[in-house]
C-alpha cells in the first residue's frame, strides 16, 4: 500500500501540470469562440443591412422602370427584329403587360432579385391560406425578421405586399396584415 501512495505523489504534479494546460487551452478557446460569434453576429447585421438596401433599390428601380414611358430604341432592338426600320415605332402593337420593359431588364440581377422576393411573397400568401402579418411572411421567405437586422427586410417585404395589393393580386386588410387575392370576379357573382 506504501508503493501506490507514493505513485500518487509522483504523478500528482504531472496531473497538475496536465489539468492547469487544458484550463488554459480551454479558456483559450472560450475567448477565441466568443470572438468568432461576435464576429458572425456582426456580419449576419451586415448582411441583412446590404441585403435591405439591395432590395430597397432594386425596387425603387423597378418602380422608376415601370414610371417611365417607353422611348423608340436608338439601336436595332425588337422593333428591328420584327423588320421595322431604325427608329420607326409601330404603334398599333404595344408590348404586351407580361413582357418585361427595356428598362427593366437592363437593371440586370437586381430586378430579377426584386421580381423573386415578390415570386416568393406570393407563394407564401397562396400557401398560408389565411392573412399573414409583414413579420410573419419575412420569416416564411427565410429572411430575418427580428432586431436590427430585420428592419431592413421586413420594410422590404412589406413593400412588396403593398405593391402586389396595387396590382390586385394580394389584400391589406387590417394595416400590415395581407393575405392572397381572390380570383373571383364580381360579373361572376352576379350571374351566380
Do not use: N
Amino acid at each position: 500500500m506504501g508503493a501506490v501512495g507514493a505513485d500518487e505523489a509522483v504523478a500528482a504534479p504531472g496531473l497538475r501540470i496536465a489539468v492547469d494546460f487544458y484550463a488554459a487551452k480551454a479558456e483559450e478557446l472560450r475567448l477565441r469562440q466568443a470572438a468568432l460569434e461576435h464576429e458572425l453576429t456582426t456580419l449576419k447585421a451586415e448582411l441583412a443591412r446590404v441585403s435591405g438596401t439591395r432590395d430597397q433599390l432594386a425596387d425603387v428601380l423597378a418602380e422608376l422602370a415601370v414610371d417611365q414611358p417607353q422611348a423608340a430604341p436608338a439601336e436595332p432592338g425588337p422593333t428591328a427584329a420584327a423588320g421595322l426600320g431604325p427608329g420607326t415605332v409601330e404603334e398599333s402593337s404595344p408590348v404586351p403587360p407580361s413582357e418585361p420593359s427595356p428598362p427593366r431588364r437592363a437593371a440586370g440581377r437586381r430586378g430579377a432579385q426584386s421580381g423573386e422576393v415578390m415570386q416568393a411573397v406570393l407563394r407564401v400568401l397562396v400557401t398560408a391560406g389565411r392573412p399573414m402579418r409583414v413579420r410573419e411572411i419575412t420569416e416564411a421567405i427565410g429572411r430575418p425578421a427580428s432586431g436590427r437586422e430585420g428592419r431592413a427586410p421586413q420594410e422590404t417585404t412589406r413593400s412588396t405586399c403593398k405593391r402586389l395589393a396595387q396590382q390586385g393580386k394580394a389584400v391589406e386588410g387590417p394595416v400590415g396584415v395581407f393575405a392572397i387575392a381572390r380570383s373571383e370576379k364580381p360579373q361572376a357573382e352576379g350571374a351566380a
